[in-house]
Structures are given as structure tokens and as C-alpha cells.
């Protein structure tokens, strides 16, 4: 059964920058598509990152392209969302989620679209406020 454990949030000026951690226990991550969401009030879940286990390949929305990018640090089994550039609209509880991955497939950011993911972190507040 994988776990997945978030940090690093916390308040910010904007145009600062801040890293979020998802740690991984249980399983390796390396398995897994892993997908980073936000949620702010009176707003669906919106996904922002995801790095599928297919090669490593990337998807990013649109609002925070070219400022947000997500790694893997697989001897510390822990995915990193590094966020640069914030700005207000980005405040809001980021989750980190997994779902198993393929090699023919990779990860999403529409759950609508693509399907729930299976694991998730217990979320972590980001606020960009001056």
C-alpha cells in the first residue's frame, strides 16, 4: 500500500518561489504516474503537473507553464513540485497523487478526462500574499 507524505508549503511574496515534497512509502514512485493538483475555494481540483512513469514525460497546465516543473529523486523516493514566479492565483492546498503507470500511457491532468488517480497526500497549503 503506498503513502504518500507532503511538505514544504507555506506563505510566499509573490513572485518568490517555494518546493513541494510527496515522499513515497510502501512502494517505489518510479511505478507510478504522479500528478500535482490544487484546490482553492469555490474552484474544482485543478491539475497543474504530472510526470508519468512512461520515460518520465511531463504534462503541464497552462497557467503555471514555464514556472513550475516536478522531478523525481528516486533514491530518496520523493517527487518534487518546484514552483517559481508565484503569483496569488497560485495560493490554494496542493496534493500530490499517484496512480500505477504504464509505458504506453502517461499521466494526466483532467481527471474528468483521464480517471481518478489512486493515492493521495494529505495536502499542503501554498499561499502568495504580500
Known amino acids: 500500500q503506498l503513502q504518500l507524505v507532503e511538505s514544504g508549503g507555506g506563505l510566499v511574496q509573490p513572485g518568490g518561489s517555494l518546493r513541494l515534497s510527496c515522499a513515497g512509502s510502501g512502494v517505489s514512485l518510479e511505478y507510478f504516474n504522479i500528478g500535482w493538483f490544487r484546490q482553492t475555494p469555490g474552484k474544482e481540483r485543478e491539475g497543474v503537473i504530472c510526470i508519468s512513469r512512461n520515460e518520465d514525460i511531463t504534462v503541464v497546465a497552462d497557467s503555471v507553464k514555464g514556472r513550475f516543473t516536478v522531478s523525481r529523486d528516486s533514491a530518496k523516493n520523493t517527487v518534487y513540485l518546484q514552483m517559481h514566479g508565484l503569483r496569488p492565483e497560485d495560493t490554494g492546498v496542493y496534493y500530490c497523487?499517484?496512480?500505477?503507470?504504464?509505458?504506453?500511457?502517461?499521466?494526466?491532468?483532467?481527471?474528468?478526462?483521464?480517471?481518478?488517480?489512486?493515492?493521495w497526500g494529505q495536502g499542503n497549503q501554498v499561499s502568495v500574499s504580500s
Open positions: 497523487a499517484a496512480i500505477w503507470g504504464t509505458y504506453t500511457t502517461n499521466c494526466w491532468l483532467k481527471l474528468e478526462e483521464g480517471g481518478q488517480y489512486t493515492y
